[in-house]
């Protein structure tokens, strides 16, 4: 019994039972922009459908349960037989099943197929971002399947198939499957070419017997695998299935688990290969080249699951001062926590209106676009993830004493938001990428500018940021050592004039003054009070 001095007073309601696609200004802006008005309808009734789970407190509660209940490794069965299984919490699977029928792993198989994915990622990201590996690998496997028409007609359809089946039997029998990547070595890291894993041909035409390790497989109880190994010809991309044609297992032996600081929910592993069967994808000594596809593509899924993470935090901290109450007034009118808001919603917006962008750019398939994501794809994978975990620190901030506490949600966004960042390339290896982008391709810069062009003139800060951008470019001699720097500017001018094209002008007026303009300071908050923030924080509300 509560003793009676146990009255709650001034404590916001749950954020629950609302669309999380609908709630989002931004976000539903851009689907709206960049999809065909022939797919708008009903793509954005599919979203708004995935937004009302994803808002849901039924499934908001199995988000809380896969993480509170991390995965647990198998190695043997009661009688002493290696199975190498990994054992997730039904939630986990709840979850992972949305994703696949919400379409989350078939951008390539209908029109406007990237954006709506794109939004659907963004939305479902807010859930619990452990699911989100396994969606994004499966995904990302169909471009470096292509490389082998052969493969990726057998494997495209279970790959893009909208039916999550977790059993693990060999991939012929099943309506739908999941794709793992295996690159990184204890000795190589992001060097995969350092790689010592071998491949040894075998008889078949294309299969291989792999010997080795992988220091970070990710989603191990996916369907198959593309992993990197050095065969006769060099290093080469092959496909490792979990299960063969005749039903035995293969041989992938699971040594450990890792334990993460975040994304606690999704399993990471070591693994062996030991006389493990492969097919090749792709020639020998094209191992890198094949499997870009899927790295850009995974690449562009960091930034979505950074900016649904940003949105779900700076979700949480404008609905809380919505309705805390503090020094006679709720927090949300208080001009210092205003401040604090709208910067935060300026980032998230920002995230979400390029993230968006890059997918319109993948649904548009044409040269030049393709140009574009070359040099885009890094450039915002290195900045909007670098953004992220300050963006999660500051917002948990905002519900005081409250953000520190488990129940609230805002640690777990705050140890998730790091991780982006590192998968797929941390942040030197971003800004690396995109210097050899504009080193070996001019048409990669001829495409950016042709895009931060289109708001020349719109607002003379951005116009003062593209002059100087360019003064920068125009010299990349020894860049390496201010390549981050470099890369920064690149995502904040190509940030800035999606804003001024697409944003409320009260949103780029902000953007420009503190990102662009040098009217803004280093911690969120930090605005020029002359601005009109009331708007930007209204604008980022969720209305439940």
């Not at 409250?402 to 998730?416: A, F, I, K, Q, W």
Request: charged residues 25%; neutral net charge.
């Amino acid at each position: 019994m509560a003793g009676t001095t146990h009255t709650v007073t001034n404590q916001a309601p749950p954020l629950a039972q609302y669309d999380v696609f609908t709630a989002d200004r931004a976000l539903t802006e851009a689907v709206e922009r960049h999809l065909d008005p022939s797919l708008l309808d009903e793509g954005l009734a599919e979203l708004s459908a995935l937004g009302r789970t994803s808002g849901s407190a039924q499934v908001q509660e199995w988000g809380v349960q896969a993480n509170e209940n991390p995965p647990r490794l198998r190695t043997h069965d009661r009688y002493g037989h290696r199975i190498d299984e990994v054992d997730f919490h039904p939630a986990w699977h709840r979850l992972l099943g949305k994703g696949v029928s919400a379409g989350l792993t078939n951008a390539w198989a209908r029109p406007g197929g990237h954006v709506r994915r794109a939004a659907g990622f963004v939305v479902w990201s807010q859930v619990e971002a452990g699911n989100g590996c396994p969606l994004s690998m499966t995904h990302a496997a169909v471009p470096a399947l292509r490389a082998d028409p052969a493969l990726a007609a057998e494997w495209e359809p279970r790959l893009t198939s909208v039916v999550y089946d977790r059993a693990l039997r060999p991939a012929r029998e099943k309506p739908g499957v999941l794709f793992g990547m295996g690159m990184t070595e204890k000795q190589g890291g992001s060097d995969v070419r350092a790689n010592t894993t071998s491949a040894r041909p075998l008889a078949e035409d294309g299969t291989y017997e792999l010997t080795g390790h992988k220091w970070f497989c990710s989603a191990p109880m996916s369907d198959a695998f593309l992993v990197l190994a050095q065969a006769p010809g060099g290093l080469t991309c092959f496909l490792v299935p979990r299960v063969l044609e005749d039903g035995s297992r293969n041989v992938f032996l699971i040594q450990r688990l890792k334990d993460k600081l975040g994304n606690r929910s999704n399993a990471s592993s070591e693994v062996e290969f030991a006389g493990t069967w492969a097919r090749r994808v792709g020639d020998e000594g094209r191992g890198v080249r094949t499997i870009i596809g899927m790295v850009a593509a995974t690449r562009l899924d960091c930034v979505l699951g950074s900016a649904g993470l940003m949105r779900q935090a700076v979700a949480q901290a404008v609905h809380h001062c919505t309705y805390r109450e503090a020094f006679g007034g709720k927090l949300v009118d208080k001009p210092l926590m205003r401040n604090v808001l709208a910067d935060l919603a300026l980032e998230s917006e920002a995230a979400t209106t390029l993230a968006l962008r890059l997918a319109a750019a993948y649904d548009d398939g044409s040269e030049r676009e393709r140009a574009l994501l070359r040099i885009a794809v890094p450039a915002a994978k290195y900045w909007v993830t670098k953004r992220c975990a300050p963006l999660a620190v500051e917002a948990a901030e905002c519900l005081g004493g409250n953000g520190y506490v488990e129940e609230s949600g805002m640690p777990r966004l705050v140890r998730e938001s790091p991780l982006n960042s590192v998968w797929e390339g941390a942040g030197n290896v971003q800004a690396l990428d995109v210097l050899r982008a504009l080193g070996r391709d001019p048409q990669v810069l001829d495409a950016y500018l042709g895009e931060v062009g289109r708001a020349r003139g719109a607002d003379h800060r951005l116009d003062g940021a593209i002059k100087d951008l360019l003064t920068e470019l125009a010299d990349l001699e020894g860049a390496e050592g201010r390549a981050r720097r470099l890369v920064e500017r690149l995502a904040l001018v190509l940030q800035g004039s999606l804003l001024v094209r697409y944003a409320p002008p009260q949103v780029a007026d902000a953007f420009c003054a503190a990102r662009l303009g040098g009217d803004g300071g280093a911690a969120f908050g930090t605005l020029p009070h002359t601005l009109d923030l009331a708007t930007v924080v209204e604008r980022a509300r969720p209305e439940v």
